[in-house]
């Protein structure tokens, strides 16, 4: 089944209105079923569906605020995909990027000056005398211009590793440049994310062997892009190839295409609950969890059981009839009773 334009972008504008008037917490993708019976076995058997029910999940990410992301946004804004846009503060202003922040795209922080970490190879002025003044000089800016709420997730320029301990105490994930994908639950250091970086003239045919590979193993997988080309950007690709590799993606049906921020959460979610404490207490298992520092706030997983009733603040949470109770991650807390 492949989504139209028309479908997403009806889901994306209800999301939207949705989420202003408090309708969704979470902003997790619409699952096309309905009708899934509520468990009615014995309590328990909790289980948190892999990427929100989709059987993988892919990100775009673009980097270095170029003047050829902001030339072909209205072609990316078309597909419907929320995207991650990691953009270093030297290189410019342009009011755009705050409408593709409004537009639910992710700005993320890719340093002030692209510097390595040893203060060389600056790609755009003079470094700032240390690598947390280039991250905090690089968020506040994108909250002054172009009115970020909070700045969630940074890539490191070049993939220097010798920013990551900084980016720890600032950051919630940090996207690497090595290559590879993420599986659910698996050991991936969230300060080193593993990508599939676009060279230059590369077509879609490469992208979407690289999205087929995912989608067969059911792994997110995260796209670095530089130049869509004009610009003298970084390895530029033609928009046409990576447009099509959206397409392609779409087609499937049931990849979760999304920012690595909103990805990202609900990965980190998810091992958050699997590595929760239970407890007991007389018919109700209490289960507790700890989220990773930084972790945005208001963000939910989708979860199944073989029966039971869950609670989360004294409230009964509902079921979905796409198959799922919707768990909050704030809360720290779930109670199964008999």
Same mark, same amino acid.
């Given at each position: 089944m492949?989504?139209?334009?028309?479908?997403i972008f009806t889901?994306?504008?209800?999301?939207?209105?949705a989420?202003q008037s408090g309708?969704?917490?979470?902003?997790l993708p619409a699952?096309?079923?309905?009708?899934?019976?509520?468990?009615?076995?014995?309590?328990?058997g909790?289980k948190v569906?892999?990427w929100?029910?989709?059987n993988?999940?892919?990100?775009y990410?673009?980097d270095?605020?170029l003047p050829?992301?902001i030339?072909?946004?209205?072609?990316l804004h078309?597909?419907?995909a929320?995207?991650?846009?990691?953009?270093?503060?030297?290189?410019?202003?342009?009011?755009a990027w705050?409408?593709?922040?409004?537009?639910g795209?992710?700005l993320g922080?890719?340093?002030?000056?692209?510097?390595?970490?040893?203060?060389t190879?600056?790609?755009?002025?003079?470094?700032?005398?240390?690598?947390?003044? $280039?991250?905090?000089?690089c968020s506040?800016f994108?909250?002054e211009?172009y009115?970020?709420s909070?700045v969630?997730?940074?890539?490191?320029?070049?993939?220097?590793?010798?920013?990551? $301990?900084v980016?720890?105490?600032?950051?919630?994930?940090n996207r690497g440049?090595?290559? %590879?994908?993420?599986?659910?639950n698996?050991?991936s250091?969230?300060y080193?994310l593993?990508?599939?970086?676009?060279?230059?003239?590369d077509?879609?045919?490469?992208?979407?062997?690289?999205i087929?590979?995912s989608?067969?193993?059911?792994k997110?997988?995260?796209f670095?892009?530089?130049s869509? %080309?004009?610009?003298?950007g970084?390895a530029?690709?033609d928009?046409?190839e990576?447009?099509?590799?959206?397409g392609?993606?779409?087609?499937?049906?049931?990849v979760?295409?999304?920012?690595?921020?909103?990805?990202?959460?609900?990965?980190?979610?998810?091992?958050?609950?699997?590595?929760?404490?239970s407890?007991?207490?007389?018919?109700?298992?209490?289960?507790?969890w700890?989220?990773?520092?930084?972790f945005p706030?208001?963000r939910?997983?989708?979860?199944?059981?073989?029966?039971g009733v869950l609670q989360?603040?004294?409230?009964?949470?509902?079921w979905?009839?796409?198959?799922?109770y919707?768990?909050?991650?704030?809360?720290?807390?779930l109670?199964?009773?008999?």
């Amino acid at each position: 089944m492949r989504w139209s334009n028309i479908v997403i972008f009806t889901f994306l504008a209800c999301l939207g209105a949705a989420a202003q008037s408090g309708g969704i917490s979470s902003g997790l993708p619409a699952l096309h079923k309905s009708g899934v019976p509520r468990p009615s076995g014995a309590a328990g058997g909790l289980k948190v569906l892999d990427w929100a029910g989709f059987n993988s999940a892919l990100t775009y990410t673009f980097d270095d605020s170029l003047p050829s992301q902001i030339e072909n946004y209205p072609q990316l804004h078309a597909t419907g995909a929320r995207m991650t846009f990691f953009l270093a503060s030297s290189n410019g202003v342009n009011p755009a990027w705050a409408q593709i922040g409004k537009d639910g795209n992710e700005l993320g922080n890719h340093t002030a000056h692209h510097c390595r970490a040893n203060a060389t190879d600056c790609a755009w002025g003079a470094y700032a005398g240390s690598l947390e003044a $280039e991250y905090d000089l690089c968020s506040a800016f994108l909250k002054e211009k172009y009115g970020a709420s909070e700045v969630w997730t940074t890539a490191t320029p070049y993939g220097d590793k010798g920013y990551d $301990e900084v980016a720890k105490t600032r950051f919630f994930l940090n996207r690497g440049v090595q290559g %590879g994908q993420i599986a659910p639950n698996d050991l991936s250091d969230p300060y080193n994310l593993p990508i599939f970086g676009a060279s230059a003239g590369d077509t879609a045919d490469k992208f979407n062997a690289a999205i087929d590979s995912s989608h067969s193993s059911g792994k997110w997988l995260i796209f670095m892009f530089h130049s869509l %080309g004009g610009d003298g950007g970084y390895a530029p690709v033609d928009v046409k190839e990576l447009l099509a590799s959206v397409g392609h993606a779409q087609s499937f049906g049931d990849v979760w295409i999304d920012s690595m921020v909103n990805v990202g959460a609900y990965w980190a979610g998810q091992k958050a609950i699997a590595q929760a404490k239970s407890t007991q207490s007389g018919k109700k298992t209490i289960l507790t969890w700890t989220l990773p520092p930084h972790f945005p706030p208001g963000r939910s997983v989708r979860v199944t059981v073989s029966g039971g009733v869950l609670q989360q603040n004294g409230k009964v949470l509902p079921w979905n009839g796409a198959g799922y109770y919707e768990v909050a991650l704030d809360a720290g807390e779930l109670t199964i009773t008999k």
